[in-house]
């Protein structure tokens, strides 16, 4: 589970996690990330144009609107 879109592009993250029982975490920076990714081109591609700025981005910032703005910041922010 992750807040991709405030890790790629360095802002706060609206969410926030709670676990039930003992877990682990992995960490990794962008840049670690990055490298990860970049060694293979099929995947980087997949993973940076595709999915995060294509889908997952809109959707999430959308989500987000939903949940946190009155319906008159909803449409004031449209126009931004």
């Not at 993250?13 to 003992?22: A, G, I, N, P, T």
């Not at 960490?27 to 700025?53: G, M, P, T, V, Y």
């Amino acid at each position: 589970m992750d807040d991709s879109v405030s890790f790629y592009e360095k802002s706060g993250s609206m969410l926030s996690f709670e676990v039930l029982e003992d877990s682990t975490f992995y960490i990794a920076s962008l840049e670690e990330l990055d490298k990860f990714i970049s060694q293979e081109k099929k995947w980087e591609h997949l993973a940076r144009i595709w999915l995060h700025d294509t889908y997952y981005a809109a959707t999430y910032k959308r989500v987000l609107s939903l949940m946190s703005e009155a319906p008159a910041e909803r449409y004031l922010s449209s126009f931004r």
